[in-house]
């Protein structure tokens, strides 16, 4: 059974707009560390709290976000989200202080759509397709991040960090017209109160087979804001201006997607998905 119109609509419409937020959050990766230098009140410690308070506003409201869009609908959590995502940028855009770019990121992550996306996505899906829509969206992610690592350094070289925040807030701009007249509505559905939220929570953190899997995910994340911190700087002092580590990135993406490949069809078609991660591990760790 295909997928109908309205499905692939939703599937195409829901997968561009994290596009087009996460283009915006993965230009400023591999920069920050090497522009943000040029910031009123620069240390090497507050850019990285620049760099990583995005995530730690984004963990915060997360669940909230998401049990908000149970009570009042998806859709308004998703255009409030984008436009506080938004207001960050241009205040980041419009900041000569690093404070200031610190206060932007994390308005950007106060923008925390990704569990009412998600969840977007199962009422617009029936169940037996709603693998491959995850996996479209997970594409979406996947081609957004490899774009932004050579865009943003050349972005950079024209205007630094003004010029990537504020080529962000067009873009979250972007995606709330999309929200608003490509994703289609979804149907009106009873969800679960709001306020039983902390109880489902409390259960799921005490499902110790739930931890492997969230310490791996919190590692990976970390290890990679940890390589764009410590990686552009080291690459100057070994004389490839900023400027030019698009060309790095790009076979190196290239090489990792070719790689990639033969690991997801294992994992799918013969269901050895904890093998394939762990071996994803084992290659993390001899790189």
């Given at each position: 059974?295909?997928?109908d119109?309205?499905?692939?609509r939703?599937?195409?419409?829901?997968?561009?707009?994290y596009?087009l937020?996460?283009?915006?959050?993965?230009?400023?990766?591999?920069?920050?560390?090497?522009?943000?230098?040029?910031?009123?009140g620069a240390?090497?410690q507050?850019?990285?709290?620049?760099?990583g308070v995005?995530?730690?506003?984004q963990?915060l409201?997360?669940?909230?976000?998401?049990?908000?869009?149970?009570?009042?609908?998806?859709?308004?959590?998703i255009?409030?989200?984008?436009?506080?995502?938004?207001?960050?940028?241009?205040?980041?855009a419009t900041?000569d202080?690093?404070?200031?770019?610190?206060i932007?990121r994390?308005?950007?992550?106060g923008?925390a759509?990704?569990s009412?996306?998600m969840a977007?996505?199962?009422?617009l899906?029936?169940?037996?397709h709603?693998?491959?829509?995850m996996?479209?969206i997970g594409a979406?992610?996947?081609?957004?991040?490899s774009v932004?690592?050579?865009?943003?350094?050349?972005?950079?070289?024209?205007?630094?960090?003004?010029?990537?925040?504020?080529v962000t807030?067009?873009?979250?701009?972007?995606g709330?017209?999309?929200?608003?007249?490509?994703i289609?509505?979804?149907?009106?559905k009873?969800h679960?109160d709001a306020?039983?939220?902390?109880?489902?929570?409390?259960?799921?953190?005490?499902?110790?087979?739930?931890?492997?899997?969230?310490?791996?995910?919190?590692?990976?994340?970390?290890?990679?804001?940890?390589i764009?911190?410590?990686?552009?700087?080291?690459?100057?002092?070994a004389?490839?201006?900023?400027?030019?580590?698009?060309?790095?990135?790009?076979?190196?993406?290239l090489?990792?997607f070719?790689l990639m490949?033969?690991?997801?069809?294992?994992?799918?078609?013969?269901q050895?998905?904890?093998?394939?991660?762990?071996?994803?591990?084992?290659i993390i760790?001899?790189?």
């Amino acid at each position: 059974m295909t997928p109908d119109k309205t499905e692939q609509r939703a599937v195409i419409s829901l997968a561009s707009l994290y596009a087009l937020r996460m283009l915006g959050l993965f230009m400023v990766l591999p920069v920050m560390m090497l522009e943000g230098e040029q910031l009123e009140g620069a240390t090497p410690q507050l850019l990285g709290l620049a760099m990583g308070v995005y995530g730690l506003t984004q963990a915060l409201l997360q669940i909230p976000a998401g049990a908000l869009s149970d009570r009042i609908g998806r859709k308004p959590v998703i255009i409030g989200g984008l436009l506080i995502f938004a207001l960050g940028s241009v205040i980041a855009a419009t900041s000569d202080s690093v404070w200031g770019v610190i206060i932007g990121r994390a308005l950007q992550g106060g923008g925390a759509i990704a569990s009412a996306i998600m969840a977007l996505v199962t009422d617009l899906t029936r169940e037996e397709h709603r693998m491959k829509a995850m996996a479209s969206i997970g594409a979406s992610i996947g081609l957004s991040f490899s774009v932004a690592l050579i865009l943003g350094p050349w972005l950079a070289s024209f205007g630094g960090l003004h010029l990537i925040f504020a080529v962000t807030a067009v873009l979250a701009i972007g995606g709330v017209l999309v929200t608003l007249w490509v994703i289609p509505a979804p149907p009106a559905k009873q969800h679960r109160d709001a306020s039983a939220a902390l109880p489902v929570i409390i259960e799921q953190l005490k499902n110790r087979r739930m931890w492997p899997l969230n310490l791996g995910i919190f590692l990976l994340h970390a290890l990679m804001v940890a390589i764009f911190v410590a990686i552009p700087a080291q690459l100057v002092e070994a004389g490839l201006t900023a400027d030019h580590h698009s060309w790095l990135y790009l076979p190196v993406l290239l090489v990792a997607f070719v790689l990639m490949v033969p690991l997801i069809i294992i994992a799918e078609k013969r269901q050895r998905m904890k093998g394939v991660v762990i071996t994803g591990a084992l290659i993390i760790a001899a790189a």
